[in-house]
């Protein structure tokens, strides 16, 4: 098949699973997507449809197009980066995919399970995207830290590096905030100082407060003194 055939055939198989209710609705969670630009597919069909059609030729040619013109097809994409099982194949998609990425929701389905055994240099990559222009790239680059980097992996300078971000961009500071929140859950001694000693913006500094609050793996006592440390503006 010829790209053209191939994003033909890919676009009429999306469409034939089109939810228009949904389409409406989900378009709503996104202000940055084009509504005009959403199908309307649910993820539980998408990648149920990404799991048949990565076993094909045709989707090693879908990779190679970009950049797409659906919502759907970058989650398509990104499902199909997901299913890799070969790291460096998996790392060169995502360099080429990541700028591509115009919205969280898009952004937030990438899990890249290749990179599991690799995390060692997998980190190097991590600290590239946060340093980009790109405000997917960066969110893509937290996601990754909260993903694998809180347990056994977890390093100080981890949290210290997310903690440096200075952006104005509300997706890359929502991210910042759920990862401080979630480090909280799971390393809340050593991240506690990140809030007492306020080493991050206001917004930020008291979302992840709301959103650690929120959480049933912090306890009472814990969620007490978070209070506590609300910055009153």
């Known amino acids: 098949m010829t790209p053209k055939e191939v994003i033909q055939k890919v676009q009429q198989d999306l469409f034939t699973m089109q939810d228009l209710k949904y389409r409406d609705f989900h378009a709503k969670l ?3 997507v084009d509504k005009d630009s959403v199908i309307g597919v649910r993820v539980p069909m998408l990648r149920a449809y990404a799991k048949k059609f990565g076993k094909t030729e045709e989707a090693k ?14 989650n398509l994409h990104g499902l199909l980066i997901d299913q890799m099982k070969d790291y460096e194949l998996c790392i060169e998609e995502l360099i080429r995919f990541l700028p591509y990425i115009n919205n969280w929701a898009t952004c937030d389905i990438l899990s890249v399970k290749a990179v599991k055994g690799h995390l060692d240099s997998y980190i190097k990559n991590i600290y590239q995207w946060l340093e980009s222009d790109c405000t997917y790239t960066i969110r893509f680059g937290i996601n990754m830290l909260m993903r694998y980097y809180l347990e056994e992996e977890f390093k100080i300078e981890y949290p210290e590096k997310v903690a ?3 952006s104005e961009e509300y997706y890359v500071n929502m991210a910042r905030a759920w990862y401080f929140a979630t480090a909280l859950a ?18 930020t500094h008291n979302k992840t407060i709301q959103k650690a609050i929120e959480s049933y793996r912090i306890t009472p006592e814990q969620k ?3 209070r506590a440390l609300k910055i009153k503006q």
């Open 30 to 32: 996104m202000p940055t």
């Open 164 to 166: 440096g971000i200075r």
């Open 61 to 74: 040619q879908f990779l190679e197009i970009l950049p797409h013109q659906y919502y759907e097809e970058n």
């Open 186 to 203: 799971k390393k809340y001694a050593q991240v506690l100082p990140f809030l007492e000693e306020q080493k991050m913006d206001v917004w």
């Open 224 to 226: 007490e003194y978070l």
